[in-house]
């Protein structure tokens, strides 16, 4: 068997050392968002966790009529100046590859758009500022509803889990006990939700009342049958949220 030369050796760690970078550049490409899904929605987004409101530089390219790379200029001009301090996004054109973008909130969007100018630029400054009020006032209300949903979500998993004692008492040999608390909780969120994991700070405000309201629901059936068997119960529970009633 012929021997590699030190040349070979040495070019073959090259090689698997190199390997990992490749495929942790190519991982990081598949996460980017594309711009077709940076361009698509409200033209001010609210985060999943309701804690920030912005707009992104393709959209307001796009609404004025400018290329984004002039936004970017304008961003970078500003950035150089002292006035701005914020750091890019990047996203996948419809070449694969990465260009840069800048989320932008409600003050660093106004900073952004001064240098707009005309009447064109009067309606997008109005639009864009009414939009970020709008959502401003959305994440206000998603935050009081919030809040609310946790006393009333604290009551619910006190309720259902004696619930789940009961049945473990009643009923030792059966399983129905040990997933009595997740079933029940699954089910409030899939009829109020449609989705049976969904979590709640990634739940819309109407999402959130609609669970409240279930838990409150839940609670009062639970308790109004305190003394009847605990089969019997979580069935009816079970079936009430089934129902969607």
Known sequence: MKKRTNRQKNQLVDNSRELPTKVKKSGLKKSLPTKAELLSGDIVTIDSKHKSITANTLKI???????????????????????????PSYYLNE???????????????????????????E???????????????????????????????KSNNDA??????????????????SFAFNNIRGAICKAATGDYRLKRDDMTCNQLKAVTALEMEVNALIDNHDNDDSMTVYMDVIAFLRLGV
Do not use: H
């Open 61 to 87: 390219a796009d609404y004025f009529g400018k290329r984004p790379s002039n936004v970017n200029q304008l961003i970078n001009a500003l950035i150089k100046k002292g006035r701005l301090i914020i750091k």
């Open 95 to 121: 070449q694969n590859k990465e260009q840069k973008y800048y989320e932008l909130d409600r003050q660093q969007f106004a900073q952004v758009v001064l240098g707009f100018t005309g009447d064109a630029a």
């Open 123 to 153: 309606q997008f400054r109005y639009d864009y500022t009414m939009e970020f009020e709008r959502k401003d006032a959305e994440c206000i209300e998603w935050r009081k509803g919030r809040l609310l949903s946790i006393d009333a979500t």
């Open 160 to 177: 259902v889990f004696n619930l789940r004692k009961k049945l473990v008492q009643q009923y030792p040999s059966r399983k129905t006990g």
